[in-house]
């Protein structure tokens, strides 16, 4: 069952609609706090929260997740069921706006994780179950998070050639702390650069010395501009 979802509507004209996620164990409203202090004003922001299911990483003990996770590593296995599931909610929401709006997804960590995965299968045109994924994403931001099931991503990538334009052309936001010691931040770099490999060429990647798992207003800074650059948001005046 999913839990409560937050909308920001935008004080100025609506260009762009961002689904943003948070991270395990989180909700959206923390946030959607945060959020609402960003210097843009043409977003509709949408902040749902993550269903209550048991966690591997968490000693099996439930709490908010986008799925299940039983290691920060190209190693575990992945959850894509719960993937799936999740990118299939964030389409949801994306599927209900206007044409000419811009859509986005992005998050922090495990959210950030659950939007390159949303994000990547809206290039390849369907969800690793098969099923179409309708809706073309514009663009996704990371922060501290990583490639769910990025094993799987080179194979899918292969069968689906006429997706390469696509996945050239999708612009990648990924911010990481170099103190991260909960999601590693070789880890990230290792998603970024596996991207990369796959085709997604326009990635960014920052770094942040003396950052742990969380934000600094040096990095949603960085976040807002290449917002801005990317999806052609005008300056909050």
Same mark, same amino acid.
Request: charged share 20%.
């Given at each position: 069952?999913?839990?409560?979802?937050?909308?920001?509507?935008?004080?100025?004209?609506?260009?762009?609609?961002?689904?943003?996620?948070?991270?395990?164990?989180?909700?959206?409203?923390?946030?959607?706090?945060?959020?609402?202090?960003?210097?843009?004003?043409?977003?509709?922001?949408?902040?749902?929260?993550?269903?209550?299911?048991?966690?591997?990483?968490?000693?099996?003990?439930?709490?908010?997740?986008?799925?299940?996770?039983?290691?920060?590593?190209?190693?575990?296995?992945?959850?894509?069921?719960?993937?799936?599931?999740? %990118? =299939?909610?964030?389409?949801? +929401?994306?599927?209900?706006?206007?044409? &000419?709006?811009? $859509?986005?997804?992005?998050?922090?960590? *495990?959210?950030?994780?659950?939007?390159?995965?949303?994000?990547?299968?809206?290039?390849?045109?369907?969800?690793?179950?098969?099923?179409?994924?309708?809706?073309?994403?514009?663009?996704?931001?990371?922060?501290?998070?990583?490639?769910?099931?990025?094993?799987?991503?080179?194979?899918?990538?292969?069968?689906?050639?006429?997706?390469?334009?696509? %996945? =050239?052309?999708?612009?990648? +936001?990924?911010?990481?702390?170099?103190? &991260?010691?909960? $999601?590693?931040?070789?880890?990230?770099? *290792?998603?970024?650069?596996?991207?990369?490999?796959?085709?997604?060429?326009?990635?960014?990647?920052?770094?942040?010395?003396?950052?742990?798992?969380?934000?600094?207003?040096?990095?949603?800074?960085?976040?807002?501009?290449?917002?801005?650059?990317?999806?052609?948001?005008?300056?909050?005046?």
């Amino acid at each position: 069952e999913w839990g409560k979802t937050i909308t920001i509507e935008p004080e100025g004209k609506h260009l762009v609609t961002v689904v943003w996620l948070h991270g395990l164990g989180d909700t959206g409203h923390g946030w959607a706090s945060i959020l609402k202090t960003l210097s843009l004003n043409n977003i509709r922001w949408i902040v749902p929260t993550a269903p209550v299911r048991p966690v591997t990483i968490n000693n099996g003990y439930p709490c908010t997740a986008w799925f299940d996770v039983g290691s920060l590593s190209d190693e575990g296995p992945d959850d894509i069921l719960g993937l799936d599931s999740s %990118a =299939a909610y964030v389409a949801s +929401f994306l599927s209900k706006e206007p044409a &000419d709006v811009k $859509v986005a997804v992005g998050g922090f960590s *495990m959210g950030g994780a659950t939007s390159l995965y949303t994000a990547a299968h809206s290039v390849l045109g369907k969800y690793t179950d098969g099923k179409a994924f309708t809706r073309k994403i514009d663009a996704v931001m990371s922060l501290s998070g990583w490639l769910p099931a990025g094993k799987l991503l080179p194979k899918q990538v292969a069968e689906t050639p006429d997706c390469l334009k696509l %996945a =050239a052309e999708l612009p990648i +936001f990924m911010a990481h702390g170099k103190n &991260d010691f909960i $999601v590693y931040h070789n880890f990230g770099e *290792m998603s970024a650069r596996a991207l990369k490999e796959c085709g997604f060429k326009n990635v960014t990647f920052k770094s942040y010395r003396g950052l742990d798992h969380s934000t600094t207003p040096e990095e949603l800074d960085d976040l807002c501009e290449w917002i801005k650059q990317e999806l052609s948001v005008p300056e909050k005046v």
